[in-house]
């Protein structure tokens, strides 16, 4: 069984740093694209970073793009995300999830499956 596991999240003041972990298991992980998507309240999930299998090639999303970093770490089947100078519009719940299409960036939600449940992310003044 395909599963993810997010850790990481909590609450932080505007500026603040976290790292985000995402584990996953029931696949090669090494073959696969994984992306970080985050959805707040009201608002239709977006992708903000991923990472391909290949060649560590990467994408962000512009908002995010010089304060958070991604990586990966096939050994321990682990994607990480980096987020420093976090701002209150980075609120949401933050979850991963692999890319069954092999589709490339910029990620298109449809191509991701296998959602984990998420941690929550909240920026506070």
Do not use: H
Not at 66 to 94: C, H, W
Not at 99 to 106: A, R
């Amino acid at each position: 069984e395909v599963q993810f596991v997010e850790s990481g999240g909590g609450l932080v003041q505007i500026g603040g740093s976290l790292r985000l972990a995402c584990v996953g298991s029931g696949f090669a992980f090494e073959d696969y694209t994984i992306g970080w998507f985050r959805q707040a309240p009201g608002k239709e999930r977006e992708a903000v970073s991923c990472i391909n299998s290949s060649d560590g090639g990467t994408y962000y999303e512009d908002s995010v793009k010089g304060r958070f970093t991604i990586s990966r770490d096939n050994a321990k089947n682990t994607v990480y995300l980096q987020m420093t100078s976090l701002k209150p519009e980075d609120t949401a719940v933050y979850s991963c999830a692999l890319d069954f299409k092999s589709g490339g960036f910029p990620p298109q939600n449809y191509w991701y499956a296998y959602w984990g449940q998420g941690t929550q992310v909240t920026v506070s003044s």
